[in-house]
């Protein structure tokens, strides 16, 4: 399994040959991503043979929005499932990515708390989502978007400042081996405030997405459990650090749940919140879970939540819903998979 031998270790694979042949796998992996070792075409067979490329075998594949919306469901050789998202945009492609398979947040209205935490992922297994996704772009395409990955966000299973350890060395090979720049990774959290301030003060400068979903502390421990562990106040100033050390300003993404957090003192709430911290609020109707009764507010009520927001001075945006024809919101699919097997 390749991707979870440090790239600078490489040459330990083959310690009979050549040290350019640890180059030629290094650029096999991280600059030019294949699906398949066969496509190594500057590696002699023989060395090519016992390879495992993937530390994942792709288990299930779901395709919707007319072709620009690609879902992953991969899984380990110890068992654990992993989710990857590639949405295609006119002028971007970007990937969602899981660091932890399951996730111990229990959020409410998330497919993948309601199953719960196995374990994290290590650097290499987030890496190589990054790479699959590469490799698939390079020879299917995803229609007219951008043939690689211009953006990766950290949204899909898993809390990524949880895992901080792994995420810090796979962002570090993201940047350097990969050569991704900073700026085009956005790393989301529910609010783990001691990891935010921590990756204030990292080199790269990636940017830095807080789910609130809830905009006071009784709400929002309902919601995100871990709110009762660092409270609403608490990770703002966390989160008020972060803009000061690296000079970026925070996204708040806000998933809007019919009856719960779509009322007109909720959106005066998160506007005065937005306000202080200078961000861009993110808004997505819930794409609803197999294990939960809530549901996505009507477009009525959704465009009376972002008018709201808009008068009180917010800047936000309201995302559409990738891939409603498919389980494409985190750990959907998953969740699907483990209520059919026996």
């Given at each position: 399994?390749l991707?979870?031998?440090?790239p600078e270790?490489?040459?330990s694979?083959?310690?009979?040959?050549?040290?350019?042949?640890?180059?030629?796998?290094?650029?096999?992996?991280?600059?030019?991503?294949v699906l398949?070792t066969?496509?190594?075409?500057?590696i002699?067979?023989?060395?090519?043979?016992?390879?495992?490329l993937?530390?994942?075998?792709?288990?299930a594949?779901?395709?919707?929005?007319?072709?620009r919306?690609?879902?992953?469901?991969?899984?380990?050789?110890?068992?654990?499932s992993?989710?990857?998202?590639?949405m295609?945009y006119?002028?971007?492609t970007?990937?969602?990515?899981?660091?932890?398979?399951g996730c111990a947040m229990?959020?409410?209205?998330?497919?993948?708390?309601?199953?719960?935490?196995?374990?994290?992922?290590?650097?290499?297994e987030?890496?190589?989502q990054?790479a699959?996704?590469?490799?698939f772009?390079?020879?299917?395409?995803?229609?007219s978007?951008?043939?690689?990955?211009?953006?990766?966000?950290?949204?899909g299973?898993g809390?990524?400042?949880a895992?901080?350890?792994?995420?810090?060395?796979?962002?570090?090979?993201?940047?350097?081996?990969?050569?991704?720049?900073?700026?085009?990774i956005?790393?989301?959290?529910?609010g783990?405030?001691?990891?935010?301030?921590?990756?204030?003060?990292?080199?790269?400068?990636v940017?830095?997405?807080?789910s609130?979903?809830?905009?006071?502390?009784?709400?929002?421990?309902?919601?995100?459990?871990?709110?009762?562990?660092?409270?609403?106040e608490e990770?703002?100033?966390?989160?008020?650090?972060f803009?000061?050390?690296?000079?970026?300003?925070?996204?708040?993404?806000?998933?809007?749940?019919?009856?719960?957090?779509?009322?007109?003192?909720?959106?005066?709430?998160?506007?005065?919140?937005?306000?202080?911290?200078?961000?861009?609020?993110?808004v997505?109707?819930?794409?609803?879970?197999?294990?939960?009764?809530?549901?996505?507010?009507?477009a009525?009520?959704?465009r009376?939540?972002?008018?709201?927001?808009?008068?009180?001075?917010?800047?936000?945006?309201?995302?559409?819903?990738?891939?409603?024809?498919?389980?494409?919101a985190?750990g959907?699919l998953?969740a699907r998979?483990?209520?059919?097997e026996?």
């Amino acid at each position: 399994m390749l991707y979870l031998t440090d790239p600078e270790e490489l040459a330990s694979i083959w310690p009979e040959e050549p040290g350019y042949r640890a180059d030629q796998l290094r650029g096999w992996l991280y600059e030019t991503p294949v699906l398949t070792t066969d496509e190594m075409t500057n590696i002699p067979g023989l060395l090519r043979e016992d390879l495992e490329l993937w530390p994942f075998e792709v288990e299930a594949e779901q395709v919707a929005d007319s072709g620009r919306t690609v879902k992953w469901l991969m899984r380990a050789p110890d068992g654990a499932s992993i989710e990857a998202v590639l949405m295609g945009y006119a002028k971007r492609t970007t990937l969602c990515i899981s660091s932890q398979a399951g996730c111990a947040m229990a959020c409410t209205f998330c497919a993948t708390g309601q199953f719960g935490f196995e374990r994290h992922l290590e650097a290499g297994e987030i890496v190589a989502q990054v790479a699959y996704a590469a490799a698939f772009l390079r020879r299917h395409g995803l229609g007219s978007s951008p043939p690689r990955v211009t953006n990766l966000v950290f949204m899909g299973m898993g809390e990524p400042l949880a895992n901080y350890r792994h995420v810090k060395t796979a962002i570090d090979r993201l940047t350097g081996t990969m050569g991704m720049s900073a700026r085009s990774i956005t790393v989301s959290t529910v609010g783990v405030a001691p990891a935010i301030r921590r990756l204030a003060e990292e080199p790269w400068r990636v940017s830095l997405a807080v789910s609130l979903h809830a905009a006071d502390d009784e709400l929002r421990s309902t919601l995100v459990p871990l709110n009762k562990r660092y409270p609403l106040e608490e990770v703002i100033a966390a989160t008020e650090y972060f803009m000061d050390e690296t000079g970026r300003r925070p996204s708040i993404e806000w998933t809007l749940i019919a009856g719960t957090n779509d009322t007109m003192d909720q959106a005066d709430r998160l506007a005065r919140i937005a306000r202080r911290l200078r961000s861009h609020i993110n808004v997505i109707a819930l794409n609803p879970t197999p294990l939960t009764a809530d549901q996505p507010p009507t477009a009525t009520a959704t465009r009376a939540f972002i008018d709201r927001l808009t008068s009180a001075g917010a800047n936000v945006t309201l995302r559409d819903t990738r891939g409603q024809d498919i389980d494409a919101a985190c750990g959907q699919l998953r969740a699907r998979q483990m209520t059919v097997e026996p």
